[in-house]
């Protein structure tokens, strides 16, 4: 499985990017998508993760502004950011946990980070 991110770059604080992240490969079921992010000097942080049931779940900082949500097709996963502030300034990974078909032990694969920079 391999993960392909797109979608980052720079922004005006107050306003929204969305990043997405697409899963590629065969044989294989998603349980699970989601984004990290890094910012300099600090550690990885939970943004947002969606289930193949579509069970959400979203940071502290990111509830309320960020919405994630995947295709129908399970493989995709799109994270639209509103309203970002300076301190949303960070490298944005997505992840997925995933499982062979047949098989119930679960993998994690992560995707090469995206830049997102809020400057004025």
């Known amino acids: 499985v391999q993960?392909?991110?797109?979608?980052?770059?720079?922004?005006?604080?107050?306003g929204f990017l969305t990043l997405s992240c697409a899963a590629s490969g065969t044989g294989f079921t998603i349980e699970a998508l989601g984004w990290f992010r890094q910012?300099?000097?600090k550690q990885r942080e939970l943004?947002?993760?969606?289930?193949?049931?579509?069970?959400?779940?979203?940071?502290?900082?990111?509830?309320?502004?960020?919405?994630?949500?995947k295709a129908s097709s399970q493989k995709t996963v799109t994270l639209r950011m509103n309203l970002l502030k300076p301190e949303d300034t960070a490298?944005?990974?997505c992840y997925t946990k995933w499982r062979y078909f047949g098989?119930?032990?679960?993998?994690?694969?992560?995707?090469q980070?995206?830049?997102v920079t809020v400057s004025s």
């Not at 991110?5 to 005006?12: E, F, I, R």
């Not at 943004?47 to 949500?69: D, L």
């Open 3 to 14: 993960l392909q991110a797109s979608g980052g770059g720079w922004v005006q604080p107050g």
């Open 39 to 41: 910012a300099p000097g």
């Open 91 to 93: 490298v944005y990974s």
């Open 47 to 69: 943004v947002a993760t969606i289930t193949s049931g579509g069970i959400t779940e979203y940071s502290a900082s990111a509830q309320g502004r960020f919405g994630i949500s």
């Open 103 to 111: 098989r119930t032990f679960l993998r994690e694969t992560w995707g």
């Open 113 to 115: 980070g995206t830049e």
